[in-house]
T-cell receptor
Framework: NAGVTQTPKFRVLKTGQSMTLLCAQDMNHEYMYWYRQDPGMGLRLIHY???????AKGEVPDGYNVSRLKKQNFLLGLESAAPSQTSVYFC???????????????FGDGTRLSIL | KQEVTQIPAALSVPEGENLVLNCSFT??????LQWFRQDPGKGLTSLLL?????REQTSGRLNASLDKSSGRSTLYIAASQPGDSATYLC?????????FGQGTELSVKP
């Protein structure tokens, strides 16, 4: 029972490099989310998706792009990494069967990203 | 702007004590409220979800209450154990988006 799987688990980048974080879920969930967690700031929503082929901005979207080409995968991209993007990134998913989202979100174990 | 506050930021108790963690929020127009547990270096595990129409939810030794009108939720942990040591986060669902508090770091001493 994999649930939500994030790869990689750790990564160190230099300023200006690009990379993609992958999130995969095997629960057939419609909704997927990317958060970042920083000391003193809590978890903040970066982008989210309400279904295959859809994406939307969250609270802190600048400097990130996302894609949801397949229902089970949600990719987070950093085109030109900056030290301010050093953080722990979490992916989550939820099953939503109605108009009002009311299902619990299931989280992956996170990706620890350092930008030098 | 919705703000979620958790008090205290850290709590240390001896094993066996009953304890209460607090969560307050400024916008009462929430869909639901969720309590999570986070172990060091790990992701979040959902503990309880209370719909906006509910007053409380129970799971084992955990009981969560919700008072939307006053913007408050509490997580009650009965007969605490060292294995309960973790950071506990509350999050409100505001129009489909989760807004998190900064968490309460709980340490239960044997």
């Amino acid at each position: 029972n994999a649930g939500v799987t994030q790869t990689p688990k750790f990564r160190v980048l230099k300023t200006g490099q690009s990379m993609t974080l992958l999130c995969a879920q095997d629960m057939n969930h419609e909704y997927m989310y990317w958060y970042r967690q920083d000391p003193g700031m809590g978890l903040r929503l970066i982008h989210y998706s309400v279904g295959e082929g859809t994406t939307a901005k969250g609270e802190v979207p600048d400097g990130y792009n996302v894609s949801r080409l397949k229902k089970q995968n949600f990719l987070l991209g950093l085109e030109s990494a900056a030290p301010s993007q050093t953080s722990v990134y979490f992916c989550a998913s939820s099953y939503e069967g109605g108009e009002i989202p009311n299902q619990p979100q299931h989280f992956g174990d996170g990706t620890r990203l350092s930008i030098l | 702007k919705q703000e979620v506050t958790q008090i205290p930021a850290a709590l240390s108790v001896p094993e066996g004590e009953n304890l209460v963690l607090n969560c307050s929020f400024t916008d009462s127009a929430i869909y639901n409220l969720q309590w999570f547990r986070q172990d060091p270096g790990k992701g979040l595990t959902s503990l309880l979800l209370i719909q906006s129409s509910q007053r409380e939810q129970t799971s084992g030794r955990l009981n969560a209450s919700l008072d939307k009108s006053s913007g408050r939720s509490t997580l009650y942990i009965a007969a605490s154990q060292p294995g309960d040591s973790a950071t506990y986060l509350c999050a409100v669902n505001l129009r489909g988006k989760l807004i998190f508090g900064q968490g309460t770091e709980l340490s239960v001493k044997p």
